[in-house]
């Protein structure tokens, strides 16, 4: 499954073209078929959120909340904060194109699935959003036969919730306040009693991505799948990051910055080049040395800190 992210890929470089987006127009319909497939074939219609069909590529490798689950039942936060911005993406396409019912009907898509995450994903008692189990047995009026007669089981009081959420601390909760999902009072309640816990994810260098406090975590070098259990990603300090600055937490945001500069500036100093994870609280790398791709998105922190102008996704 390609993560949704094409449609923001295509709506930054047309916010770069000056919202001329004609480049697109011919391809637009495979675009949309993308789409329609992942509402089509990965949508839960109880919940209304969208699932992975197996943990095969889908970026964060081992989220304990995806990793060696059964298919089709993890309705990832990841997932679904990504089909929200992948869906406004859609809808600032099309309307760029002038395609106005379908601009509208994205608009309506994704504003149905924020309801949705806002629903079935946010944890009032931790204060924090998480991925849901949608790996329920159907309610079926179907009779077993107990005892030599028709039984038809839990008749008295079917489950009346359509999935359950998985209270396992991973950093992609704080990906909605990235994509705008997250209610003011919510991130307030996020930055407060998650991201600034030092015993769960906040650390010398930055956002673990996995709490402290999960049995799972730990920072064993991987690369088949690379390892989420804990060490710090730059792409996972980078949203979060974005996040902070989206809800008004600058301080917190610049604290992360200076975090993820270091990092990244005392590894280059004593090895010449970055790595792709590290040990939260030493900064040391962990392994694959020469990683490239979002790391440089660290630019964008030093350029917001000394006042340039950023480039910021869509």
Not at 220 to 236: D, F, T, V
Request: glycine fraction near 6%.
């Amino acid at each position: 499954m390609h993560k949704p992210v094409i449609a923001q890929h295509a709506a930054f470089l047309t916010k770069l073209n000056n919202g001329d987006a004609e480049w697109l127009r011919e391809k637009f319909p495979l675009m949309q078929a993308f789409i329609l497939n992942y509402q089509t074939h990965h949508r839960n219609s109880e919940t209304g959120l969208f699932f992975w069909q197996d943990d095969l590529a889908i970026g964060v490798d081992n989220d304990p909340s995806t990793f060696f689950r059964p298919k089709g039942s993890s309705a990832s936060i990841y997932l679904n904060c990504l089909m929200y911005k992948e869906l406004k993406a859609m809808a600032y396409l099309s309307d760029r194109l002038k395609l106005t019912a379908a601009s509208t009907q994205y608009d309506r898509d994704a504003e149905a699935l924020k309801f949705a995450i806002q629903k079935n994903c946010w944890d009032e008692k931790d204060g924090f959003y998480y991925s849901v189990d949608l790996n329920l047995r159907p309610i079926t009026n179907q009779p077993s036969i107990v005892f030599g007669k028709p039984f038809v089981l839990h008749k008295g009081m079917p489950r009346t919730y359509a999935g359950l959420i998985q209270r396992i601390g991973v950093w992609s909760g704080f990906m909605t306040m990235w994509a705008g999902i997250a209610t003011p009072e919510q991130a307030k309640r996020m930055v407060a009693e998650n991201y600034l816990d030092k015993r769960t994810f906040n650390a010398q260098y930055g956002v673990r991505t996995l709490s402290k406090l999960e049995k799972m975590y730990s920072l064993k070098a991987s690369s088949n799948p690379s390892n989420w259990l804990g060490p710090i990603w730059g792409i996972s300090n980078y949203m979060t990051y974005r996040g902070l600055l989206k809800y008004g937490y600058k301080t917190e945001a610049t604290e992360l910055a200076y975090k993820t500069i270091t990092l990244f500036g005392n590894d280059f100093k004593k090895e010449g080049a970055l790595h792709e994870y590290y040990d939260p609280d030493t900064g040391a790398p962990i392994m694959n040395k020469g990683f490239q791709n979002w790391n440089y998105l660290v630019l964008n922190m030093i350029d917001q800190l000394t006042g340039q102008d950023t480039i910021e996704e869509f």
